[in-house]
């Protein structure tokens, strides 16, 4: 499952000209491109985005147009599958769309940063007014609820933070909840398969892990799911040229014995591969074998489950 991510709309009110907006769209493709190093992501707008105006009367369309922008409109027509409505990023996240709350920032209605807050993902806005300067924004909730009497109505009111960013130093504060987000709440080896693309970037499989890990033992898939995660992390950050090797996330993770090695082979695009390394499940039998890709800087994994 992606992180869901949502523009703030009102964040493309400003009054600002042409140049200004494409140096905050530059900014804006910045902190989507940090985004998607972490983990996958769906970008959700109120509008589809070649509607989208990004500053008053100024739209999506102009700023593509413009040769000046022509990186950041490649970048956008290559995430066109990944963008998405409110609506539809709401349905998909099962929160329930409610016409008894409002959601407001400084006086006005906000749908974005409301839509970020209900999922619990993160609201996302262009850079180019100081209040979107910051890693979370206060939003003033009015709920309507039932009285003490009958057909009483209260209004209650409250104040509720939503995570935000216009910034990549704003991920700073957000980047372990990325990591950690929509992962802890998988429960089966099976949507660990189906969700490896957004959850696990950096990381490869070979087909056959697919039934590895929809036949895992129970017993095995927290501690699968936790050192993924470890992996994950460490060939994120891994620097391939790096004489020292990746920094390991998980601990206790080892070659195997030169004895050992002809059982950790496997056919790996159509060559026999070794499979040197593992990380341990837990405490018993479980293993998952892998092998660093220097040239894709990436970790490929062959097998998850029992020790070989």
């Known amino acids: 499952m992606p992180l869901h991510v949502f523009l703030n709309e009102r964040s493309c009110a400003s009054e ?19 985004l998607q190093r972490l983990r996958g992501i769906s970008l959700a707008t109120q509008n589809p985005f070649d509607e989208t105006e990004l500053a008053r009367g100024y739209y999506y369309a102009e700023w593509r147009n413009d040769a000046r922008n022509k990186e950041e409109a490649l970048y956008f027509q290559r995430m066109r599958d990944r963008c998405t409505s409110f609506t539809a990023a709401l349905h998909a996240a099962a929160a329930d769309e409610r016409d008894d709350v409002w959601h407001r920032f400084k006086g006005v209605d906000v749908h974005g940063l409301r839509a970020a807050l209900m999922v619990d993902g993160l609201a ?11 890693a979370w924004l206060d939003l003033d909730i ?7 009497g009958p057909g009483d109505v209260v209004v209650d009111e409250y104040t509720d933070k939503v995570r935000h ?18 992962l802890d709440r998988v429960s089966s080896g099976a949507q660990l398969w189906a969700g490896r693309a957004d959850f696990f970037p950096h990381l490869q499989f070979l087909d056959r892990v697919k039934d590895d890990l929809e036949n895992l033992d129970p017993r ?22 790096s004489s020292t090797g990746p920094h390991w996330e998980a601990p ?11 059982d950790r082979m496997w056919e790996d695009n159509g060559k026999d ?10 405490r018993g039998a479980g293993r998952i074998y892998f092998r660093l890709v220097h040239d894709e800087k990436a970790i490929r994994i062959a097998h998850i489950g029992r020790h070989l």
């Open 252 to 262: 206790n993770i080892r070659g195997e014995h030169e004895n050992s090695r002809k």
């Open 16 to 34: 600002c000209e042409a140049d200004e907006v494409s140096e905050g769209m530059r900014a804006f493709v910045g902190v989507l491109r940090q």
């Open 142 to 148: 009015e709920e309507l609820s039932e009285g003490p």
């Open 165 to 182: 960013t216009s910034r990549k130093a704003h991920l700073c504060e957000h980047e372990d909840w990325i990591l950690r987000e929509g």
């Open 273 to 282: 591969e070794c499979f040197q390394l593992h990380g341990n499940l837990n």
């Open 124 to 134: 996302l806005s262009l850079p180019l007014a100081s209040d979107w300067d910051t």
């Open 220 to 241: 095995w898939f927290k501690g699968a799911r936790q050192l993924l995660r470890q992996l994950e992390a460490t060939a994120a950050q891994w620097d391939p040229d």
